[in-house]
């Protein structure tokens, strides 16, 4: 069973009487132990197809399926537990709330997934070295100390998909280096992991890399 699958992914905007087609029949699996790069240009759609992977969009053609459950065609509460269930997710915009710390972030996400493992909240924080950072709020987090705190976010309930849009754009090598290691720790625990990205560093430690042209998958 995959741990995460599309099968014909379809998905349009309209503005006005113009519409634009950024995903055309995109398919693509990911297995349990297995480190994914999707790349292209700005634009490719790789954005778009997290999103309607994740469930946070919903495509206009085709389904995905999580964990062996099918997540389109839901409604947004079901597809908010089943994302709650099996996903960690760090997009561009962040998952970080403003107004809970850094360690009540953690807390708050281990609670969507019905969790709670105060351990775990300490051995995240020492794992991305922000034990120190732990009573911060995110507006005075560097950009290094928001990417890695927001890893530790997607990484609380242990999710067996971990997807990341651009994880490292806005990150030092240092930073960079210590995430792909936190990628690799979960591929050696059979974890599956997503991540769409411009680093040639990054791409290079995936298994597969998928490039997205024009909303269609290019190479695989």
């Not at 741990?3 to 950024?22: K, N």
């Not at 994302?83 to 561009?92: D, Y």
């Not at 987090?141 to 754009?169: C, Q």
Request: proline share 4%; hydrophobic share 40%; glycine share 10%.
């Amino acid at each position: 069973m995959y741990a995460l699958s599309a099968h014909e992914i379809y998905r349009f905007f309209h503005i006005g009487d113009d519409e634009t087609a950024a995903l055309r029949g995109v398919s693509l699996h990911l297995s349990p132990g297995e480190i994914v790069a999707v790349t292209g240009p700005s634009g490719s759609g790789k954005s778009t197809l997290l999103a309607c992977l994740t469930g946070l969009d919903e495509p206009d053609g085709g389904h995905v399926d999580v964990t062996g459950r099918r997540l389109s065609r839901r409604s947004e509460a079901e597809r908010a537990r089943l994302r709650a269930a099996n996903f960690g997710i760090l997009l561009q915009w962040g998952n970080l709330f403003p107004h809970l710390t850094v360690e009540q972030n953690i807390r708050f996400q281990m609670r969507l997934a019905g969790k709670q493992d105060e351990q775990r909240i300490g051995f995240l924080l020492e794992n991305v070295g922000l034990s120190h950072r732990a009573p911060a709020f995110p507006s005075t987090l560097s950009g290094g100390e928001t990417a890695r705190a927001g890893l530790a976010v997607a990484l609380a309930a242990n999710p067996p998909v971990l997807v990341a849009d651009e994880p490292t754009a806005e990150v030092d090598q240092e930073t960079e280096s210590r995430l792909i290691g936190h990628f690799e720790t979960r591929r050696e625990a059979g974890l599956a992991t997503l991540l769409a990205t411009h680093s040639t560093a990054l791409a290079q430690r995936a298994d597969r890399i998928i490039r997205l042209q024009d909303g269609r998958i290019e190479s695989d």
